[in-house]
């Protein structure tokens, strides 16, 4: 048997282009970082201001601006692999907004706003890198879901709907990508300590703290730990896997 070595883990991704959706921060950082450490040319993509300092940290990365909402940044952000490396060989399809309302609650621009990012600006990225992947002659795409797309989340009508469409499209992109050498999985990510939470309801502390009890592992995920699940399923060792929803939710799901 084999084992990845710290020698070969660090090429692991050497001569592959890889581009990153939400990469300011959080889980999306943290895949830019591993991806670039493992050898990976890497275009990062967000809408925030802190994506600059990306570059500073990471010496060689290219840095896009723009709203994964709009067709024209997903062919922005393609065209920029392609120009500055050749080719693009991976898409990590992390951007996502949450809200945290009732039914009842929820307004036509509440759902659209969830669904344009989490599942629209999904296909855009995915379609477009389709169709690079195609001309390098294969390639992988992976997407950070959520339990969410397994489970009932209450107070998460549209979250919870964007992520099943999420998911039903990475089954799509699997099924036209096989012939084409194209791979495409998701993650379906638990409860992680980010900021992110924090657009998700006033008191996104305490509601974290208490989903630690609530899965076997006892405690909630870390970034790094869902960018580590990213980064495998793009990775040669996940070869023979396609279409796949991965469940990374410390056994949450599994109750």
């Known amino acids: 048997m084999t084992s990845t070595t710290p020698s070969t883990e660090a090429a692991e991704f050497r001569?592959?282009?890889?581009?990153?959706?939400?990469?300011?921060?959080?889980?999306?950082?943290?895949?830019?970082?591993l991806l670039h450490a493992r050898g990976a040319r890497v275009v990062a993509l967000d809408i925030r201001p802190g994506l600059d300092s990306l570059s500073t940290e990471l010496p060689g990365i290219v840095t896009v601006t723009g709203d994964v909402t709009a067709e024209e940044t997903a062919t922005r952000a393609v065209a920029a692999a392609v120009d500055a490396f050749g080719g693009l060989d991976i898409l990590v399809n992390n951007a996502g907004r949450t809200l945290n309302k009732?039914?009842?609650?929820?307004?036509?621009?509440?759902?659209d706003s969830v669904m344009d990012v989490n599942a629209r600006g999904a296909f855009f990225f995915a379609r477009e890198a389709f169709r690079a992947m195609a001309?390098?002659?294969?390639?992988?795409?992976v997407g950070t879901g959520s339990y969410a797309s397994t489970v009932g989340l209450p107070e998460g009508v549209a979250?919870?709907?964007?992520?099943?469409?999420?998911?039903?499209?990475?089954r799509?992109?699997?099924?036209?990508?096989?012939?084409?050498?194209?791979?495409?999985?998701?993650?379906?990510?638990?409860?992680?300590?980010?900021?992110?939470?924090?657009?998700?309801?006033?008191?996104?502390?305490?509601?974290?703290?208490?989903?630690?009890?609530?899965?076997?592992?006892?405690?909630?995920?870390?970034?790094?730990e869902i960018a580590?699940?990213?980064?495998?399923?793009?990775?040669?060792?996940?070869?023979?896997?396609?279409?796949?929803?991965?469940?990374?939710?410390?056994?949450?799901?599994?109750?």
Do not use: M
């Open 15 to 33: 001569g592959k282009t890889a581009l990153v959706t939400g990469a300011a921060r959080g889980i999306g950082k943290e895949t830019v970082a």
């Open 102 to 111: 009732p039914v009842t609650h929820t307004t036509a621009q509440d759902w």
């Open 135 to 141: 001309e390098r002659g294969g390639g992988a795409i």
């Open 159 to 170: 979250y919870s709907a964007s992520k099943g469409a999420l998911a039903q499209l990475t």
């Open 172 to 224: 799509v992109l699997a099924l036209e990508g096989g012939p084409l050498g194209i791979r495409a999985n998701l993650v379906a990510a638990g409860v992680v300590e980010t900021d992110f939470l924090d657009t998700f309801r006033p008191d996104s502390r305490a509601y974290l703290a208490s989903f630690a009890g609530a899965q076997p592992l006892g405690r909630v995920a870390q970034p790094r």
């Open 228 to 255: 580590e699940v990213l980064c495998f399923l793009v990775s040669p060792r996940s070869a023979f896997v396609t279409g796949a929803v991965l469940a990374a939710d410390g056994g949450f799901t599994a109750a």
